[in-house]
């Protein structure tokens, strides 16, 4: 028992001098975030113009390739395709809209450089999982409670920005050859991330509405924009279906009750903002089952998931 009581007080030393080195890192005027991809950025500016043209947006995406391919594997998925292929991105652009359109492109953009740490692959995956599912599952809320989904997507696809410009930056800046662990990270950069995703949201020049909510996504008040609720009940549907950022934990009870995440996990919000939430949001329990099940339906139709794991699985269970 005393050893464990050592373990726990030299994480927090850990987490209290990783915190303080990440304060140090993005306060720096050298500091600069994970590079979006040149054409992403153009795709975003040209979605805000309100006579923009499906062939403007198709040439500018043909410029970069390798992300025109994985917008149009995406679209071609179960989740977007509907009752034949998409074959081209002129065909992806008419038929998804251009709003879509620019959520796919960022989406990708963000797969092939941001959510990429070399010798991190397990978590900088359960991050960008995390941030896909809480995207797709951030329209549903919106669409069943009639908040404005415009930048919903968005919203869910970029909540955690600062938890994967953390992780790069204490990887790139590490003051030693060792290797920093995964475990030793994650506490540090949990508690500064809304920090940190507002910082590189400013530094990529998003539009206010977006940063508004994605720099305050664990924080409810009288000025919250109602995107926030959305986030929040959204991370814990996507936790449900083990698209956390830390695996699913499973009631020991067996109860058959819903899991919650466990306090200090990255993404865990409090029993109590939870209900806030909701309450905001006028959902009742009947109203969230719906949506689990509508979550969960959207969730399999992604490209790249996993059948979430069986209540009680044995793999999800604390032990």
């Not at 800046?173 to 991330?193: F, I, T, W």
């Not at 609720?229 to 698209?243: C, F, H, K, T």
Request: with cysteine; charged share 25%; hydrophobic share 45%.
């Amino acid at each position: 028992m005393a050893f464990a009581s050592t373990v726990t007080l030299e994480q927090h030393e850990i987490s209290d001098t990783l915190v303080e080195r990440l304060q140090g890192l993005f306060a720096s005027p050298q500091y600069r975030p994970p590079v979006l991809p040149t054409v992403a950025i153009q795709i975003m500016e040209l979605s805000q113009r309100p006579k923009v043209t499906f062939d403007e947006v198709v040439t500018v995406l043909e410029k970069d390739p390798l992300l025109a391919a994985r917008v149009l594997s995406t679209a071609s998925s179960a989740l977007y395709a509907g009752m034949s292929q998409v074959t081209s991105l002129k065909q992806a652009a008419v038929r998804l809209g251009l709003k879509t359109l620019r959520d796919l492109v960022l989406e990708a953009a963000m797969n092939l450089r941001v959510f990429r740490v070399p010798g991190y692959e397990e978590p900088m995956e359960r991050l960008r999982r995390h941030s896909a599912v809480t995207a797709q599952i951030a329209r549903v809320v919106c669409k069943r409670t009639s908040v404005d989904a415009e930048h919903a997507f968005i919203c869910g696809l970029l909540h955690d920005v600062g938890f994967a410009a953390g992780i790069l930056a204490l990887v790139e800046n590490k003051s030693s050859g060792d290797r920093l662990q995964y475990e030793d990270m994650a506490p540090a950069v949990a508690a500064y991330h809304e920090e940190a995703t507002a910082l590189v949201g400013k530094l990529w020049k998003l539009h206010a509405p977006i940063l508004d909510v994605i720099s305050r996504h664990h924080r409810l008040g009288p000025s919250a924009p109602p995107l926030v609720p959305v986030l929040i009940v959204s991370e814990l549907l996507a936790y449900e279906l083990d698209a956390g950022i830390s695996p699913v934990v499973w009631p020991e009870d067996g109860d058959g009750s819903p899991p919650v995440p466990v306090p200090g996990s990255p993404d865990a919000n409090p029993p109590e903002l939870i209900a806030e939430a909701k309450k905001l949001l006028r959902l009742d329990d009947a109203a969230l089952d719906d949506l689990r099940a509508e979550a969960l339906e959207v969730y399999l139709k992604m490209p790249d998931v996993q059948p979430p794991p069986a209540k009680g699985a044995a793999a999800g269970k604390k032990k």
